[in-house]
């Protein structure tokens, strides 16, 4: 792979914080090593911009190794850019070519408020799990591990849903800001384990009334989100969640 | 003399006695105590979720926007549990030994002893929230063996075994959230430690939303913070992990204990630049069909698959004839770095070596071609088939690998080189984590307890893991249970009046600099001074000079540092400002730390003490005792020690050769 | 959880849109089935539509189908609004857009079932008007006609009459194109919104969905077309 240098245009969304009005500006970031992670590339952008008096652009950002699931960038009309699979701080520069314009926006949800720049406030996902996305096992009451011994498919599928980060990219991408995707990866996840059986129902139907209070929107199965996602977590729980919420909802005691 | 508190009697039954006869708090005093958990990883959120569970009103702060992304996150091997479901002859008593062995006899045994015993229920305690551990078709978990061990006792869920627990312990926590128990303050950073008649009593905690400063009374105040990895500026620790919680519980009187015991992981993917951030670690694993070298020729430009055979110089086959790639961790690391300086490093930043897979891909594809009756098989036929035997093996790395550097692993060896990933040392605790400030605790990485010297892999999941669900739930109650008698301190009390006002004239005082330099260019300078004097390898002469070069960065940092923004908003920069701040100060004293320890041992190793074939040279005589420093002022500590009793494991020359 | 929630919950407003879906796709194969008719005048060029006109009158005086009939409607009118009150909900939940709209990771058709939906609305309402309003109602071109003793529309001529127009013909085309693409999607949306998970089922149910939209459309449009172009009558 030949290493290369390159200037670049970027159109990134400035917004002071959340109760304010924002809009884009223009900056111009020279000889950016395609060795560079897109991160990496706005910590040149927020140098170049201390340095010149200016406010750096606010991101998020922790990890930087795909995991944490906090950086969040709408890159040239992607969740996380170009790439497959992937989130903003795996994106390295050599997606990019000298003189290319780069648009970066935020997640763009009323569920997700701006903060300020890039960072918007994710805390309406805390709150969905906190209507059920658990089991109610307190410290001390477990059996032993190998007492229930679990199907290796379902505990299998069980770990790709649970592999979900929480980023949010799913609901970026999807025209109705819809949070299924996210909201069925946890479903799935306990649903497919005994462990999770007791509160199964509840669960469902919890989960689902929080996202739409939330503000969330309904799910069209457009597959947007699945596409975005740097997990790879499948549509098929979406299906799945409906499944639930469909069975638990006919069963319901009243 | 520091006094661990440990229980007397047989090392086996110390942690069942103690627990017999602990002070409790009845459930309806549970509700009237406060307390305070700063950081939400393993340790943190497993902490927050069982005090919860108890019934004490628990208040979690951190600075990320969901307890879910701490960085226990990033852990991707497995943890370690004494469940000898595998029937290999594990046992608790053998996961105590590996682990206090792989301390290089640094660690103390009370503590060890016990994170081994709890180290079942952790498994238990995790498939119970709905962890999805690997499995067996028949349904059992399933087991892999790791570095430094002889059975298989860890338990993983693909490359995301930390994640996975994290989750775990998070839902568990939003659980209590909901319950209204546990009260979640995310986007808060901890900035002081408020102590009333010499007891934590609360913090200060800066909104990083709307910058505003609040107060926040506990009965008593628990840190889970994690490690000071970033000290280095680069390495594989999460942008915002950070020492601060810890470094002003250290300033308010917690002894800080050993804080030159840092591990170097050596397979990371390497710097490719100054523009670097943060740094990649690869499995370990990947050590086991890889060989490592680097050219016979110094500053040699071609490309790796241009140079020959003869001229390659596989120098850890070489030095290290009996163990070749799989020598520890530490050794790996030092040996990588000699041939860099040397002026042997590959990739164009010289600062790497090559981990080659070809031999591999030979190896597998002939054994594959042999087992599929494919005697006649062509070169082309065998190296395909061989590339699929390392992909089934290894595919998600070699993947990452990819993604970062834009290098195909299956064509051309990968370039690694080592990098900082995890900090032993850390605040002094005693057996029940309490630091030497009564009602405050350390758990997880931000205490030095369980590692000793070096970590064993797949030994931090669980030492986080264990303090929160298993350890603090019992010792703090110990503690608050003589709390009882005290209401909560309305947050008017002068003290932390005082507290606040100290937090914002710093503040104040941080932005009023109006200087030239950038944060990051103060922490990089920090990194570079910490990696080069007191990294992999550390002397006298280079700590002398490390701590006056840090002495001499901190008064420019505070005369230079430019911070735009406001106080009263989101300011990214000077979140990062007072975290740098810490950290400046944490370098000068883990040099000290360094220069006081005159012996080699685990993470720690002074050119000076070197057996002849370059092993380090314990000093038991001298050194056999935890390093903890209590802060007396400016570029001013005290050493307080505490003696370690090995009643139980005899300590001997660690000798891998 | 009250019958209301369930149905008024977001999930829940997909389940009204995936069964009243699945019960317009039932209908449109009966539509078809009965339309089809009119290709026996290609077999036997003195049928003059005979056959069909027998399937309608069943249809149009048998007591079971009128009751069903108004089920259908219920049906169509339900995935109406439900439809339009679904597009508007979500896409108020995303008050400041995209400066660049994400359009790689879905098709453009599920993206656009809405405007899909809206250009079919427009096609029905014509197509009300040329065939259900005259045979229910106002009897207009209408001819009376008579097999075995039984006297009933002549829907056969009705359609022959109508089919003249190019600019009809163009209509019922663009109404059946956009019903396609909306059955693409719509078709396999509907039964993963009511729960199908198991891989094996939803790959069917994709190939089954794409099959359906292309030969159920060109059914449709193959009759006007054959009128106009003299295949038939």
Known sequence: MEHYHMNLNLKVWRQKNSNTKGDFKTYQVKNISSEMSFLEMFDVLNEQLISEGEEPVAFDHDCREGICGMCSMYINGKPHGPWQANTTCQLHMRAFKDGDTIVVEPWRANAFPVIKDLTVDRTSFDRIIQAGGYISVNTGNAVDGNAL??????????????MCIGCGACVAACKNSSAMLFLSAKVSHLALLPQGEPERKTRVLNMVAQMDKEGFGACTNTGACEATCPKEISLTNIARLNAEYLSASLSAEK | M??????????????????????????????????????????????????????????????????????????????NAAKNYQNDGDSVFRLFYDTIKGGDYRAREANV?????????????????????????????????????????????????????????????????????????????????????????????????????????????????????????????????????AWKAHKKGAAFANPCFTQIHPTCIPVSGDHQSKLTLMSESLRNDGRIWVPKKQNDTRKATDIPEEERDYYLERRYPAFGNLVPRDVASRAAKERCDAGYGVGSSKQAVYLDYADAILRYGKIEAGKQGKVNASQEEIIALGKEVVKAKYGNLFDMYEKITGENPYEVPMRIYPAVHYTMGGLWVDYELQTTV?????????????????????????????????????????????????????????????????VSDRI??????????????????????????????????????????????????????????????????????????????????MCIDALNRNESCGGHFREEFQTPDGEALRDDAGYMYVAAWEFKGEHQWDLLKETLNYDVIKPTQRNYK | MTWKQVFTSSVGKKLVMGLTGISLVLFLIVHAGINACVFADMVDPNENGEMFNKAAHFMGSTVLIRIMEIGLFAGIILH???????????????????????????????????????????????????????????????????????????????????????????????????LAYHLAHGFQSAFRTLGVHNKRYTTLLTTVGYAYSIIITLAFIFMPLSFKLGWIG
């Open chain 2, 438 to 502: 009564p009602g405050l605790y350390a758990l997880g990485e931000a205490n030095f307890s369980d590692h000793g010297a070096n970590r064993l892999g797949a030994s931090a999941l669980m030492q986080g893991l264990a303090d929160g669900y298993f350890v603090i739930p019992y010792t703090l109650g110990n503690y608050l249970a003589d709390e009882i008698y005290n209401k909560s301190i309305e947050t008017s009390h002068p003290a932390f009046e005082e507290a606040e006002k100290a």
């Open chain 2, 113 to 245: 002893h016990r994170l081994a015993e709890v180290s079942a229920n952790i498994i238990d305690q995790c498939v119970a929230q709905g962890v999805p551990f690997a499995r067996e078709y028949g349904g059992l978990l399933s087991n892999r063996s790791f570095g430094g061990t002889q059975v298989q006792r860890t338990f993983y869920a693909a490359g995301q075994t930390g994640q996975q627990l994290l989750i775990g312990a998070y839902q568990a926590l939003e659980r209590q959230v909901a319950l209204g128990n546990v009260t979640m303050y995310s986007r808060h950073e901890m900035l002081e430690v408020v102590t009333i008649d010499g007891k934590a009593r609360g913090i200060i905690a800066r909104d990083l939303v709307s910058g505003k400063l609040e107060r926040h009374f506990g009965h008593a105040v628990l840190l889970c913070s994690g490690g000071y990895g970033n000290v280095f500026y680069l390495s594989t620790n999460a942008m915002g992990s950070n020492v601060t919680a």
């Open chain 3, 80 to 178: 109406i609004f439900q439809g339009y009150l679904l597009t508007l909900e979500n896409k108020q939940k995303r008050s400041v857009g995209y400066a660049v709209t994400y359009t790689d990771g879905s098709k453009w058709y599920s993206r656009s079932m809405g405007l899909l939906g809206t250009l079919i609305l427009i096609f029905l309402v014509l197509h009300l008007y040329h065939f259900w309003v005259s045979a229910r109602f106002t009897h207009e071109g209408l001819a009376p006609v008579t097999y075995n003793g039984v006297e009933m529309h002549n829907m056969f001529a009705l359609m022959q009459a109508t089919f003249t127009e190019w600019w009809v013909i163009g209509v019922y085309t663009a109404g059946c194109i956009s």
């Open chain 2, 2 to 79: 520091l006094n661990a508190k440990i229980p007397t009697g047989p090392l086996e039954n110390k942690w069942a006695e103690y627990k017999g006869h602990c002070k409790l708090v009845n459930p309806a005093n549970k509700r009237k105590l406060e307390v305070i958990v700063v950081g939400t990883g393993l340790a943190g959120a497993s902490a927050a979720a069982s005090l919860g569970e108890l019934g004490y009103k628990v208040k979690a702060f951190c600075f990320q926007d969901s307890p879910r992304r701490a960085h226990s996150i990033a852990a991707q091997g497995g943890i």
């Open chain 2, 508 to 589: 104040h005082q941080l932005m009023s600099i109006k200087g030239k330099q950038s944060v990051e260019s103060f922490h990089k300078r920090l990194g570079k001074i910490m990696w080069d004097k007191c990294g992999m390898a550390r002397n006298k002469e280079g700590l002398e000079q490390a701590i006056k070069e840090i002495q001499a960065l901190k008064k420019e940092f505070w005369s230079d540092v430019r911070i735009p923004g406001e106080i009263n908003e989101m300011n990214t920069e000077l979140d990062k400002a007072n975290r740098v701040a810490d950290f400046i100060e944490l370098g000068e004293l």
């Open chain 1, 149 to 162: 011994p679990i199907n290796k498919d379902n505990a299998d599928n069980s770990f790709a849903a649970a």
